[in-house]
C-alpha cells in the first residue's frame, strides 16, 4: 500500500478494488455520497475528476491533469471526507447546489442574511439532520448560500468567517 504525500494531489481511484492509499475515498464514493445526501444525479460531475491533497481533503476539477500532481491549488475543495461525517464546502455548495434536490433548506430574506453573517438559528426542518445546503429563493429561482449543520432544531452557519457577509 503507498502513503497519502499531504502536499501532492492524487486522483480518486474510481472503486475501492483501485484504492493504493488506506482510507482514501472513491470516485464512486464520493459520487454515492453526493447522490444519497443530496440528490445530484452523478451526471452532474461526468467531465469532473476528483483530487485527494492532505488527509481527507477533496478537490474538483473540471478537466485532466497527470497524477500525482505537485501543485498549490486544482480546481476547487469540495468536500472534507476523513472525519466521521462527511462534509461539503461552501464553494462546493455554491457552484453545485442547484442540482441538489434534497437535504436543501429554504430560507426567507431575514434568515438567509442571519445564515450568511455565520449566526446560528432556531428552525423547524422535517428533513434530515447533518449537512444541508441552505438555500434562498431570489428573482424566482433557489440560489445556494453554503452549508449548514442542522442538529436538534437549530440551523449552524458553517459559512467560513472571511466569507461572512452582514447588511
Known sequence: MADNVGQRFDRLPSTADERTVPGRATRRAVLEYFADRFGMPSETFESYTFWEKGAGKIWIYAGESPSPAELEALGMT??????????????????????????????????????????????????????????????????????????????????????????
Do not use: N
Not at 85 to 112: M, N, Y
Open 78 to 167: 469540495c468536500l472534507r471526507t476523513r472525519q466521521e461525517h462527511w462534509k461539503p464546502t461552501t464553494d462546493f455548495a455554491q457552484r453545485f447546489g442547484r442540482a441538489a434536490d434534497s437535504c436543501v433548506i429554504t430560507l426567507d430574506a431575514e434568515q438567509a442574511t442571519a445564515f450568511a453573517a455565520g449566526e446560528d438559528q432556531s428552525l423547524e426542518w422535517d428533513g434530515d439532520w447533518g449537512y444541508l445546503i441552505a438555500a434562498h429563493d431570489i428573482a424566482g429561482g433557489l440560489e445556494p448560500i453554503g452549508v449548514g449543520l442542522y442538529l436538534h432544531g437549530e440551523l449552524r452557519s458553517m459559512v467560513p468567517k472571511g466569507r461572512q457577509r452582514t447588511i
